[in-house]
Nanobody
């Protein structure tokens, strides 16, 4: 069964940093482009960033220059290094293969809460 477990969230002050992890099981991890999404209650889910099978990275305009995505296929894990965090980054962060989301076949986990507040 396909499963994605996010971790690393927490409460941080503006300008601070967090490092999120996403560990997958039930898939051949290295075959997929993995994406991070975030969602605030009452708002649409937002694509944040993704990384291709071979390590090419893509970022939304809102996080480019502050966030960095990476992957370790030996650990079935994708990371999201978040620097210079802003209050508008507050959300629940989720990961999934991008094609699963595009095809409306994603199975969402619990995500990890990121709260940026002074």
């Amino acid at each position: 069964q396909v499963q994605f477990v996010e971790s690393g969230g927490g409460l941080v002050q503006p300008g601070g940093s967090l490092r999120l992890s996403c560990t997958a099981s039930g898939i051949i991890f290295s075959n997929y482009r993995i994406a991070w999404y975030r969602q605030v209650p009452g708002m649409q889910r937002e694509w944040v960033t993704d990384i291709s099978r071979r390590g090419t990275t893509y970022y939304s305009e809102s996080v480019r220059g502050r966030f960095s995505i990476s992957r370790d296929n030996t650990k079935n894990t994708v990371y999201l290094q978040m620097n210079n965090l802003k209050p508008e980054d507050t959300a629940v962060y989720y990961c999934n293969p991008k094609e699963y989301v595009t095809n409306n076949r994603a199975s969402w986990g619990q995500g990890t809460q990121v709260t940026v507040s002074s």
